[in-house]
Every structure is written in C-alpha cells, then in structure tokens.
C-alpha cells in the first residue's frame, strides 16, 4: 500500500507558474525574457532552472496548468448538469463567460503554437493533444445529449470557440461572445433529433 501523500508544489514554483502564466498570456512567450520572470516571481535564477530546467519546460508547465484548469471546469460544469442536454448549455455558457471574463487576449494554446511552429516538438505536441481531448470531451457531451453527428457538433464548437476567442481579443467580447453563443446554440439545434 502506497502511505505517501502527493507533495504539494514549493511557493517558488507556484510564483513561477503564475508569474509565467500572466507574462505569457499578456505578452507573448518569446517576448518575456527568463530574467524577467525571475524577478517577477522573486525567485533565484537556479531555482527556475532547479524547479524546471529552462525557459521550455516552464512554457509547457503554463501550458499543462492551462490544460488542467480546463478540465476541472469541465469537470465541475458536468458535476452541476443535471442531465446532458444541460451540459451542452453549460459547456456553451463556460466557453462565453471564459471570451468576456479569462481568456481576454485569445486562446493561450493558439498563441503559443503560433510561436511554436515546429509540430514535433513538445509544445506543440502538448498543444495537439489538449486539443484533442477538448474535441473528443465536445463529442462525448454532444453523443449523451442525443445530439446527431456529435463529432460535426464537436467540431464545430472547436472552430467556434478559437474564432470567439481570436475575435474576443479583436473585437471585443461584448460583439463576439453574443455571437459565439448564438451560433453555438443554432449548430446544436440544428443537430437535435428528430
């Protein structure tokens, strides 16, 4: 039997983490410097190249954070559904507040792989498999609430949710999330049983 409890990250990494999560997302990875973030998080040099070992392994710890809270949104949202056809709602209501309230400067992963061309290496890997496990989780949600096609619907959303949230940035949320929502609800409609 395993007695041991996970550790809980050090206050250091923490600092790190969210210091490179806001410069990141607010700046752009290759424009924030590691000095920068050293300071903002008022750490040592050796302990961001102790706790992460350079500037990439920090990138692809902001972007796992990202991943994680996402899934646990996912996962609270299907908690609080009281069946699937509510969950859709839910998952369409969590993508508009997420254009007007977090993601306010576009999709972290969209911005990174932008600045990541390479499709082997490890962020842009990271990236393809977030995405695929927010389309394949779209596609669940849409099959369990009888929708036809789940996997055009998850599609769909997909390409609606990187629109709503490039065109958030762009346009503001108050035109786009309007929108994203409107259009989100028609592609369900239009995949309801008959």
Not at 86 to 113: E, K, S
Not at 121 to 131: Q, S
Not at 165 to 190: C, H, I, S
Request: proline share 4%.
């Amino acid at each position: 039997m395993d007695t041991t409890t996970p550790r809980r990250p050090s206050a250091a990494r923490t600092r790190l983490i969210d210091t490179a999560t806001r410069l990141f997302y607010e700046e752009g990875i290759h424009a924030v410097g590691v000095d920068r973030i050293i300071e903002e998080a008022e750490v040592t040099r050796a302990t961001l190249y102790k706790q992460f070992g350079g500037k990439e392994n920090l990138v692809l710890a902001y972007l796992r954070n990202e991943d994680e809270m996402l899934r646990a949104m996912f996962d609270e949202a299907g908690a609080d559904a009281t069946g699937p056809a509510t969950l859709v709602d839910a998952v369409i209501d969590g993508i508009a507040a997420d254009i007007r309230q977090r993601h306010t400067r576009g999709c972290p992963f969209i911005n990174a792989a932008a600045e990541y061309p390479d499709a082997a290496g490890p962020v842009r890997t990271l990236i393809d498999e977030h995405r695929e496990w927010f389309r394949s989780t779209l596609e669940d949600v849409a099959a369990a609430a009888g929708l036809r096609q789940p996997s055009e619907v998850a599609a769909s959303l997909v390409l609606l949710r990187d629109a709503a949230l490039v065109g958030g940035y762009l346009d503001g949320e108050d035109r786009v999330a309007p929108a994203f929502e409107r259009t989100a609800r028609a592609v369900v409609e239009g995949h309801r049983g008959v």
